[in-house]
C-alpha cells in the first residue's frame, strides 16, 4: 500500500500487530471550498467528480474498497462482510481480512475495536444520539468478544469545550445513568457543554472495556485540520477505518 499523507491519524494503541487503523483529515483530497480538500461523503453537496476522486486516493491506503454505511445516528450494527451498497447502520465489524469497516464523521465520534488477538474488528459512528441509543453496546455485542479481551479508541470529536446542548441531551444520558452528569457543564442560557468522549469511555467501561485509548482530538477548535459541521454547518466527512490484515 502507498504510502499515506503525513496529516493523516495513525491511532496510537496497542492494537496486535494484524490489525490496521487509519483515520483521514480534510487534507489530501481535490474538493474545494467548504468541502477543501479531502472530503469523502457523497451526501454533502459536494461535487460528486471531486468524491469519488477523493474515495480513489484513499482506496490506494487500503487493502479493499471501504464497506461505506448509510449512517443514520442510531445503533444498528451490520457484518461489514455483507456490505456491497450503503446500508442504515451506524457501526460495522468483520473477523475477515482485508474487509474495512468505515464510518464518516465531521464531529461525532468514531469509536475504533478490536480484540487482543485481532481476530475481530469493528468500527461505530457514536454521535450523542448514537451513544444514547446504544450503539457502542450494539458494536461490543456484535463482535462475540468478551469485553475484556477488547480494546477501544476514541478517534477525532466536537471537544467538551465546544459541544453545547439542550436539556434534552442531558436527560437522554442522566435518565439512564446518574453518572452520566459529571460529562456535562452548565452553559450560558440554559444550555450544557457536553463531554462525548467521558459519555463513551463511561460506556465503554460499563461493559467491561478497560484499555481505552484516544479521545483527545477536536473537531471543532481545529479547522484546518478536521471538518466540523457543527462549526461551519457546511462541512466534508472524514473517515475512521480498520481492518484486518492475515
Same mark, same amino acid.
Given at each position: ?68 454505511? #448509510?449512517?443514520?445516528? @442510531? =445503533?444498528?450494527? %451490520?457484518?461489514? *462482510?455483507?456490505?456491497?451498497?450503503? +446500508?442504515?447502520? /451506524?457501526? $460495522? ?63 477525532? #470529536?466536537?471537544?467538551? @469545550? =465546544?459541544?453545547? %446542548?439542550?436539556? *434534552?441531551?442531558?436527560?437522554?444520558? +442522566?435518565?439512564? /445513568?446518574? $453518572? ?67
Amino acid at each position: 500500500m502507498a504510502e499515506q499523507p503525513g496529516d493523516w491519524i495513525v491511532p496510537d494503541w496497542p492494537a496486535p500487530y494484524r490489525v490496521r487503523s487509519l483515520i483521514t483529515t480534510r487534507r489530501g483530497g481535490v474538493s474545494r471550498g467548504a468541502f477543501a480538500s479531502m472530503n469523502l461523503g457523497l451526501h454533502v453537496d459536494d461535487d460528486p467528480a471531486c468524491v469519488r476522486r477523493n474515495r480513489e486516493l484513499l482506496r490506494v491506503h487500503l487493502p479493499g474498497e471501504p464497506r461505506w454505511l #448509510a449512517q443514520v445516528h @442510531g =445503533a444498528r450494527a %451490520v457484518e461489514a *462482510d455483507s456490505v456491497t451498497t450503503p +446500508v442504515e447502520a /451506524d457501526a $460495522a465489524f468483520t473477523r475477515s481480512s482485508a474487509v474495512v469497516c468505515a464510518v464518516m464523521i465531521a464531529d461525532c465520534l468514531p469509536v475504533l475495536l478490536c480484540d487482543r488477538e485481532g481476530s475481530v474488528v469493528a468500527a461505530a459512528h457514536a454521535g450523542w444520539r448514537g451513544l444514547s441509543s446504544g450503539v457502542i453496546e450494539s458494536a461490543v455485542a456484535a463482535t462475540g468478544v468478551a469485553p475484556g479481551r477488547l480494546l477501544a479508541y476514541l478517534g477525532p #470529536a466536537i471537544g467538551p @469545550g =465546544a459541544f453545547e %446542548v439542550g436539556v *434534552d441531551v442531558l436527560d437522554a444520558f +442522566v435518565s439512564r /445513568d446518574r $453518572a452520566a452528569e459529571i460529562a456535562f457543564k452548565p452553559h450560558a442560557n440554559g444550555k450544557w457543554l457536553c463531554d462525548l468522549f467521558t459519555l463513551a469511555r463511561q460506556r465503554l467501561s460499563a461493559l467491561g472495556i478497560g484499555s481505552i485509548f484516544g479521545g483527545r482530538l477536536c473537531t471543532y477548535s481545529d479547522p484546518e485540520r478536521f471538518f466540523s459541521h457543527r462549526r461551519d454547518r457546511v462541512s466534508g466527512r472524514m473517515a475512521a477505518l480498520i481492518w484486518r490484515e492475515d
